[in-house]
């Protein structure tokens, strides 16, 4: 019996017949894929698995690398092994779902929930900076808005803090900001909820009339002529996170790049709720922020487990899983 008729016949057979299957109908070839997942079936034979779910001491033998085995087709092991889990958990089956694997080491992101966005606006509406002066109420003012930007429109820090007043139209019902020369030296047009338009708005006006600050830029830092520094944003956030109950000392924390992965899973698990289709959705968020392809935003829902759940319950009828992806920006 050669690899291509190879017949599958461990308890996950059904299963990775039914992966493969569905891979072929999106258009992919998978052929390395199918040739490790027969590699798998045999796997699953010789340790005599009889229970079709995937756990973590399976994931966990079946990552252990073989002598002379690289890392990179190591990964490419643990690649089909979590496509498998997401294919079951997709029709309902409670899987392990392994970590993706990189031959070179990644740190994932920190995707707060909805409670912790809550509470991190809540402490940077009550932050009284500790050293009373006009510079520093003006930037905690700046800080109410810019954050706020980030979230509510996915900006990159770079994005946000460059901005100049030029690049914005804040008029009501139709505020916008270009994005110039972005990752990717590409522009883009992004649309400004009018609640936080007003706040730039206010931001603006306060500048101008209690302060005399008329920069080119819409965030001028303390130094009125330049923007803010990345790394500054980057500390207050920490600040103002470290206020919150969600804080908790020894944990992983979120960083300011948080607020963008965080809009980005709460509007697709927000689609995925109300039942729209979202691989039709993708393409204008995936513009919105500036992705080159869907892939790039879909990177961003394989951070959190709360996505499987929206997954298994959504996709038993419509048939169809979030792809693998590639790495976050």
């Not at 299963?15 to 109908?25: A, D, F, T």
């Not at 080491?105 to 606006?121: G, H, I, P, Q």
């Not at 790394?231 to 956030?237: G, Q, Y």
């Not at 996170?241 to 963008?260: D, E």
């Amino acid at each position: 019996m050669t690899l291509d008729t190879y017949e599958f016949s461990s308890c996950f057979a059904p299963y990775i017949e039914g992966l493969i299957q569905r891979k072929h109908e999106e258009g992919f070839l998978f052929n390395s894929a199918r040739h490790i997942l027969i590699s798998f079936d045999r796997f699953c034979i010789r340790k005599g698995y009889h229970t079709p779910v995937v756990t973590k001491e399976i994931s966990s033998e079946w990552g252990m690398q073989r002598s002379g085995e690289g890392r990179a087709y190591l990964g490419n092991r643990m690649s089909a092994l979590r496509q498998l889990s997401l294919y079951m958990a997709s029709l309902g089956i409670d899987c392990y779902i392994p970590a993706k694997f990189s031959a070179k080491s990644k740190t994932l992101a920190y995707v707060l929930n909805e409670d912790e966005v809550r509470s991190f606006f809540r402490e940077l509406d009550s932050y009284q900076p500790a050293i009373r002066g006009t510079r520093f109420e003006r930037l905690a003012m700046e800080y109410r808005a810019i954050y706020r930007l980030i979230f509510c429109c996915g900006l990159r820090v770079s994005e946000a803090r460059l901005l100049k007043r030029s690049d914005v139209d804040l008029s009501g019902g139709k505020a916008k900001a270009m994005i110039k020369q972005s990752k990717g030296r590409k522009d883009r047009v992004v649309f400004i909820a009018d609640d936080v338009a007003g706040l730039c708005s206010e931001c603006i006006n306060i500048l101008q009339e209690r302060y005399g600050i008329y920069s080119e830029y819409l965030f001028p830092a303390g130094d009125p002529e330049k923007p803010f520094r990345a790394a500054s944003l980057n500390a207050k956030f920490k600040e103002i996170w470290s206020r919150t109950p969600y804080a908790r000392p020894g944990c992983r924390q979120p960083t300011i790049h948080s607020l963008r992965h965080s809009f980005v899973v709460i509007r697709m698990n927000k689609w995925m709720e109300e039942g729209k289709n979202l691989n039709a959705m993708m393409p204008y968020l995936s513009a919105y922020l500036g992705h080159t392809s869907p892939q790039d935003t879909f990177y961003y829902y394989h951070q959190i487990e709360s996505s499987f759940r929206i997954i298994r319950k959504k996709d038993i009828s419509s048939g169809s899983i979030i792809p693998e992806v590639g790495g976050y920006e």
